[in-house]
């Protein structure tokens, strides 16, 4: 079946300019993460949506950071007013089982 | 103290080696592990999940130790294609929410 898909793979943008990126989860999983990984560093929680429940925004790091997921599948994250330090990959999972996340391949997000 | 701790490596083996990778956590209340591996500029995948009795499937041995919050990767008889970067990962979960934490990653090069 259909793994997880972000779109775009790829995104530069100046700085200062609003960016939104796409996940489309598996069909069925509950639960839907972001994260963002920069060159050689680990993976950094951003927000959990779990099913109907409010989100878990703990890891936004700024409020130019939001997130929404409509009807409980996809989900957009947008990042306003972009800054340099905000390039990076960033990364979707989706989950049925609790730790069992399957990634996406990612959007590549520089800032110029 | 930093919540999953990983030696960063790099590890270069040789075809057939065999090879460990240590984490430790700072949550003594975490209630789930995994290994996840990431190839270069992919994904992360799941590997297994980390049992108390330990568990192996295959080449692959993970272990345990809650009381010194200890996590173990053991590969056997290493393979070209084990080359990746492999992600000690710990979940936790409060109330509804289940979030997973991710080590920085320890990479592997398994050299011919």
Redesign the interface.
Known sequence: GAGVSQSPSNKVTEKGKDVELRCDPISGHT?L?W?RQSLG???E?LI?F??N?AP?KSGLPSDRFSAERTGGSVSTLTIQRTQQEDSAVY?CASSLV?????????TRLTVL | RKEVEQDPGPFNVPEGATVAFNCTYSNSASQ?F?WYRQDCR?????LM?VYSSGNEDGRFTAQLNRASQYISLLIRDSKLSDSATY?C?V?D?GG??????????TLLTVNP
């Open positions: 639960a993460y994260y560093q680990g993976l929680f959990y779990q099913g429940s878990d990364l609790p730790g069992e996340q399957f990634f996406g391949p990612g | 789930s995994f992919k994904e992360p995948k799941l999940s992600l990962v979940g979960s509804s929410n289940y979030k997973l934490t991710f080590g920085k990653g």
